[in-house]
């Protein structure tokens, strides 16, 4: 299928820098490993000098008219398989490096969330649980109200600056710090809409080795230079 690459004009696009987390919510003791993961992930890289600076988008992709494009009330680009996504993504805006956004990348997105939640009146354990332990309460999943069991339009149910939590599964890069792997793998962030929201929360991240595989509830997730 022949892609028309689309510049984004910027509605649906965030900024996220870790170097700017600030609150109580930091000193949050991980339950979860993938709270854990994200935690130690922050703190490393800090004590490093090196959180990374991107933007990224807060809809899920679509296609219209043969272009990609991020706006609401459409139908997310489900169906296809990884090397298509990081050839799309990297083609979408090469001028600011845009590319398939990469494990450490999302956990600082959600950490954002973690912050935006918090600072919207939730409580620390709340922030922390919605996104990395039970989602129920911030996105599109089995048995939650937004679900109902079906596939909804990009740019549903927006919460904590973002649309689209849960709802599809989320196609991620490895890190660029990371050797590359005999036999690649890719990175699958979330659940979509018909998993349950404690098995598949917006913070899990998890390996997939079938890279060719066309996935038909998953979207690649973009990243771009600041």
Sequence with gaps: MSIEMKVPENTFEIRV????????WLNHKPISCAEEVAIKTYKRDKRRGELPTFSCMTVDPAIKDGKLVYEKGLKPAIGFNYPFWKRILREFDPTRNSRMMSKTEYIYRNMLIVQNLFEAGWSVED????VFRDSKEIG???HTIQGNYKMQPTGSYQIGGFYDLGNTRKLL???FFQKRPKVEKIYIGGGCYDN???????GLVQEFAMVN???CVAVGMIALDA
């Excluded at 820098?17 to 609150?23: A, K, M, S």
């Excluded at 922030?127 to 919605?130: E, N, Q, R, T, V």
């Excluded at 349950?196 to 917006?202: A, E, F, I, K």
């Design 17 to 24: 820098d870790p170097n700017t987390f600030h609150g109580d």
């Design 127 to 130: 922030s922390w649980k919605a």
């Design 140 to 142: 599109v999943f089995r």
């Design 173 to 175: 890069s490895r890190d």
């Design 196 to 202: 349950l929201s404690g098995l598949h929360p917006v």
């Design 213 to 215: 595989t066309e996935l």
